[in-house]
């Protein structure tokens, strides 16, 4: 399988605890995303990175939240002292630029947090 | 500023009806419009896309047309399969900074009935 894989597919944990998502995005892209996605909305823009840089960052990254591409592969977000409204869908994303905007975003299938 | 609004969900239809789910836009410059689905338990996977005013984006019986007069995107399917029950979101993608960034409608939920 050539896609987007996340990991892990769901994570439940105590409010406070530091949490961990990988992604691996599709090998020949250079770009990658991060969405949060809650229930009934659609995905809302965390971060970007073009190959290892990180080149944007939403407002709704609080300090807790951090992401790396250390060497423009694979990806990590961390969520240090986890909070209920952390509770969401995180999706990453992959691209290969494709010109005026018209590039094809490659999602994988999420990692589900749940913050009790 | 850049938004997109869909028409709210659920969508409950029989099988073999016709599909529209409507969508509008608002946006500086010249967006690219696309349509993404998400089925149960899986990620987004995009459905169609359109570049350019008047464009028309089609794939697995599904259209949607560019129509930067009336700024919509509106989905369409001539007649609806139980398999295509899922949420489907509108985007645009518009520059931002040093990139394309994806604007999202709220999705609409489809539920089609055998």
């Known amino acids: 399988d050539t896609g987007v894989s996340q990991d892990p597919r769901h994570k439940i944990t105590k409010r406070g605890q530091n949490v961990t998502f990988r992604c691996d995005p599709i090998?020949?892209?250079?770009?990658l995303y991060w969405y949060r996605q809650t229930l009934g909305q659609g995905p809302e823009f965390l971060t970007y990175?073009?190959?290892?840089?990180?080149?944007?960052k939403s407002r709704l990254l609080s300090d807790r939240f951090s992401a790396e591409r250390p060497k423009g592969s694979f990806s990590t977000l961390e969520i240090q002292r986890t909070e209920q409204g952390d509770s969401a869908m995180y999706l990453c994303?992959?691209?290969?630029?494709?010109?005026?905007?018209?590039?094809?975003?490659?999602f994988g299938q999420g990692t589900r947090l749940t913050v009790v | 500023g850049n938004s997109v609004t869909q028409m709210e969900g659920p969508v409950t239809l029989s099988e073999e009806a016709f599909l529209t789910i409507n969508c509008t836009y608002t946006?500086?410059?010249?967006?690219?419009l696309f349509w993404y689905v998400q089925y149960p338990g899986e990620g987004l996977q995009l459905l169609l896309k359109?570049?350019?005013a008047d464009d028309k984006g089609s794939n697995k019986g599904f259209e949607a047309t560019y129509r930067k007069e009336t700024t919509s995107f509106h989905l369409e399917k001539g007649s609806v399969q139980v398999s295509d029950s899922a949420v489907y979101f509108c985007a645009l993608s518009v520059p931002m900074d040093s990139n394309y960034q994806l604007i999202w409608g709220a999705g609409t939920k489809l539920i089609i009935k055998p």
């Open positions: 359109a570049t350019k």
């Open positions: 946006a500086t410059g010249y967006p690219s």
């Open positions: 994303a992959s691209s290969r630029p494709q010109g005026r905007g018209n590039t094809e975003a490659f």
């Open positions: 090998s020949e892209h250079n770009r």
């Open positions: 990175f073009q190959n290892e840089a990180q080149l944007e």
